[in-house]
């Protein structure tokens, strides 16, 4: 018995040992294999701002645990070679799903997510996607060249988000801020916004001047180059003095009223649209609490007649050429009648009639020693001959202008022929001369230095007048 001890003892270390090797199975070796990695889809981050999300299913592979587990992730996110963005994650266990997140995403291209995943025993295993991210510029382009829309209420501001009910801009503002509605805001494809004021804007008095006027750029908002990141409900400006519509509005006030200057202006996009070549759009900005400001902006071909838009200020008379006044069963018909070139020639004492606007909204006209009477005010025949009170030129008179409706103010004030008035003709029987008329402008534009509107006025149901003017 004693003998044989020591044989007892060699015989259960080996099987022992045995055991030990093969996990129970003599014939089976342990494998330990790298771990299995298995990409899903990338959730979120497709499109340029978006969070980044990627879910990385792991398994440490075959060993059931008894040799090794897993250990780390490390990532890499590159775009045309250079790293975007890196990253580790510590695991255990066996088997594990990991997020990757990437808050804020990446700008539009091409990128690559490169992972490897080791474990305990060292193991490694690697894959790898390829994903493009996409713009995030809205089908509403606004690269291009822009200007507020020299038309009424292009600006106003009210309690609300929409409303005028403070201030809107009418169409003798427009004409009195050109040197505004010629400014010209850019934005370029790779993010460049440029404001161009030319020699003057429409300056206020927190700017240092003595009134409100046209006058040269004042620091910081004086024009220059700066960016711009847009989302298509939402555009932002970047850098001081970036601004569009009026430099005194941003998001914390207006700096007329003690807000300071801000190095961004965030806008929200209103009614963006697409007509031909021309596109338009609304900004809306809260100035503080329940200050809400639009400013109707536009690009591209503006459809005004044929020429660039034009103020309304200053001298105008009839333009002297066949079709000048008419009237007919439509606006702008001229069926029933409409003035000849020999007209012009017969009523000269009509068509040297001068018609003057003011910047300070007063009208006047002056009709000179003579101009064309008709029988309804008093004379024997049709003819030229001394202005007759109230048409006379003589009373004191106002006008608005909205852009749209020219509205003439004080007894006698005409622009054409004064017997035509809204509703009526003078000439009529026991129709009483108005305190005012009001004209349709259905065009007003200005080509080479030289300004034409036309006015459309209805006498009554399906009679239509229409005068053609041009400036002196």
């Known amino acids: 018995m004693k003998n044989n001890f020591p044989k007892i003892i060699t015989m259960l270390s080996l099987l022992v040992v045995s055991w030990a090797c093969d996990n129970g199975f003599a014939d089976i070796d342990v494998i330990d294999t790298p771990p299995k990695i298995t990409l899903g889809s990338i959730s979120s981050g497709l499109t ?3 969070d980044f999300r990627i879910s990385v299913t792991l398994d440490d592979g075959t060993d059931d645990g008894a040799i090794s587990s897993l250990a780390s992730l490390d990532y890499t996110i590159t775009s045309g070679g250079a790293t975007v963005t890196s990253g580790s994650e510590a695991l255990s266990g066996d088997q594990q799903t990991v997020t990757i997140s990437v808050p804020g995403g990446f700008d539009a291209g091409t990128y690559n997510f490169d992972v490897v995943v080791s474990d305990t025993n060292g193991n490694t295993a690697t894959d790898n996607v390829t994903f493009e991210v996409a713009s995030a ?33 009418d169409g003798a503002g427009v004409s009195q801020r050109a040197c505004f509605y010629d400014d010209t805001y850019t934005f370029g494809a790779d993010g460049s916004f440029v404001i161009d004021l030319g020699d003057q804007t429409w300056l206020e008095t927190w700017q240092g001047v003595d009134s409100d006027r046209c006058g040269t750029p004042v620091s910081p908002y004086d024009g220059g180059t700066y960016q711009y990141t847009y989302t298509g409900t939402s555009l ?8 569009l519509g009026l430099s005194k509005v941003n998001n914390a006030g207006e700096v007329s009223q003690g807000a300071a200057i801000p190095d961004q202006i965030t806008y929200t996009i209103v009614d963006p649209v697409v007509d031909g070549n021309t596109r338009r759009m609304t900004l809306r900005i809260e100035a503080g609490s329940g200050v809400w400001w639009d400013f109707k902006l536009v690009s591209g071909e503006i459809d005004n007649g044929g020429g660039e838009s034009a103020s309304i200020f200053g001298n105008w008379k009839m333009e002297p050429i066949a079709g000048a006044f008419g009237v007919g069963p439509s606006a702008g018909s001229t069926e029933f009648f409409a003035n000849s070139a020999d007209d012009v020639t017969t009523r000269a004492c009509f068509f040297d009639d001068v018609y003057t606007f003011a910047e300070d909204g007063t009208y006047s006209y002056d009709l000179g020693d003579q101009t064309w009477l008709e029988t309804w005010q008093g004379v024997a025949e049709d003819g030229c001959g001394a202005p007759v009170a109230p048409h006379d030129g003589s009373g004191d008179y106002t006008f608005t202008f909205d852009g749209s409706s020219l509205k003439l103010i004080g007894e006698g004030a005409h622009l054409a022929l004064s017997k035509v008035i809204n509703g009526a003709e003078l000439s009529t029987a026991g129709v009483e001369v108005p305190a005012d008329v009001t004209y349709q402008v259905a065009s007003l534009t200005e080509t080479d230095g030289v300004k034409r509107m036309t006015l459309h006025i209805e006498i009554q149901d399906g009679i239509w007048w229409t005068f053609k003017l041009i400036s002196e």
Do not use: H, M, N, R
Request: hydrophobic share 40%; net charge negative.
């Open 236 to 243: 932002t400006v970047i850098g001081e003095g970036a601004y």
């Open 48 to 50: 340029e701002g978006e």
């Open 137 to 169: 510029q809205p089908d509403f382009d606004i690269t291009g060249t822009w200007v507020v829309e020299p038309v009424a209420a292009s600006l106003a501001v009210g309690p609300s988000p929409g409303s005028t009910e403070w201030f809107a801009i």
